[in-house]
């Protein structure tokens, strides 16, 4: 009789562990999958070019459109941001990471589609208006390299 309350006692001990993870301090579980993030960089040529291509040290003339990566909508096309042109030089700080990338490689007259994780975009944080851990989606056409 009188191995039964420490019995009982050791057998609480045990389930309040288990309860809370073992004790093993911290979480090591992994973080949640945003279904809005590509797991890898994607490059899609729509058009090739046959023009100067697109190198590093380089500066190329792209237009583009960009939208928020989404699983479920039609070619990942989420809701789309903006519609620009811009000339950066390739290999420079300035440009995400995905984007450089993706127009690298690219001829004059080339049209890509690049699906982009947001570890090459803004990751974590986001940006104006592009939440955190989203992925992107743009369409580039690459106009002119110098």
Request: with cysteine.
């Amino acid at each position: 009789m009188k191995l039964k309350f420490p019995l009982i006692a050791a057998f609480v001990a045990i389930l309040s562990l288990t309860a809370c993870g073992g004790g093993g301090g911290g979480d090591s579980s992994p973080p949640p999958v945003n279904p809005n993030n590509p797991t890898a960089l994607v490059k899609t040529d729509n058009v090739l070019g046959t023009g100067a291509e697109a190198v590093a040290g380089k500066t190329a003339t792209v237009t583009y459109t960009l939208w928020l990566y989404s699983a479920t909508a039609p070619d990942h096309k989420g809701t789309r941001l903006e519609s620009n042109s811009f000339a950066f030089v390739l290999g420079a700080q300035g440009v995400i990471p995905g984007f450089q990338q993706g127009v690298t490689g690219m001829k004059v007259g080339g049209k890509r589609t690049i699906e982009v994780p947001a570890s090459l975009a803004y990751g974590e944080r986001g940006s104006n208006g592009i939440p955190g851990n989203n992925g992107l989606v743009f369409e580039i056409t690459l106009t002119k390299v110098e």
